[in-house]
């Protein structure tokens, strides 16, 4: 509909261009006044602006893409956004991330709070000794797996476990004694070379792994 009106707007202004050009050689022009000439002057460089942008109007709507009347609309779906589906896959990422990291947190204080009531009780009272030991000597390959690590980090690894996870995993201690300070009891593991590895505990839970 937009199309047509423009079109036949052209041409009407096309027609009128068309008649004053061409208007006989030899027709005789009413006389007119300067001002008149003047102002028909302007109107003719109005007209000629106006057939221009009709022009262009009338081109921009040539490429306008047919649409049938028939045709039911096309609805618009915005493409998806990547930035946005990035984004929305990093909010998930770092919401269970948190998740863990708040469970791990529920799950440590738990059991410092256990390790604490129980190092309470043993500081009331004489610490525990294990009631059985097994025979298998100290295990020299568990220890050379360990052999190179820090105090700090095999802490880490072994906090909390009982006198029969250290057994178990590292073989009949060579000694066991009152520790000097602090309390609690230590398990000495003599090695070659002159190394020892000690494992303290308190209330029964391994506390710390000492290099001596």
Avoid: N
Wanted: charged residues 20%.
């Amino acid at each position: 509909m937009g199309r047509s009106v423009l079109l036949l707007l052209a041409g009407v202004l096309l027609g009128v261009v068309a008649t004053l050009v061409a208007r006989p050689a030899g027709a005789t022009l009413p006389s007119v006044g300067t001002g008149d000439v003047s102002s028909l002057a302007r109107d003719i460089d109005s007209l000629r602006s106006d057939v221009r942008a009709l022009r262009e109007l009338v081109e921009q709507q040539r490429a306008l893409p047919t649409i049938s009347t028939g045709a039911p609309p096309v609805p618009l779906t915005p493409a998806p956004d990547p930035v946005v589906a990035q984004l929305a896959a990093l909010q998930s990422e770092v919401k269970t991330l948190a998740d863990r990291i708040e469970a791990q947190s529920d799950e440590s204080r738990s059991a410092l709070t256990a390790l604490s009531a129980e190092l309470q009780g043993g500081a009331s009272g004489a610490e525990p000794m294990p009631e059985s030991l097994p025979d298998t000597p100290p295990d020299l390959q568990q220890f050379d797996r360990i052999g190179g690590r820090s105090e700090d980090e095999l802490t880490d690894e072994h906090l909390l476990w009982t006198y029969d996870q250290v057994t178990d995993t590292y073989g009949r201690p060579c000694g066991i004694r009152p520790s000097p300070s602090g309390g609690g009891i230590k398990f000495y593991y003599d090695l070659p070379g002159g190394k020892t590895c000690i494992f303290w505990f308190k209330g029964g839970k391994l506390v710390r792994v000492i290099w001596a």
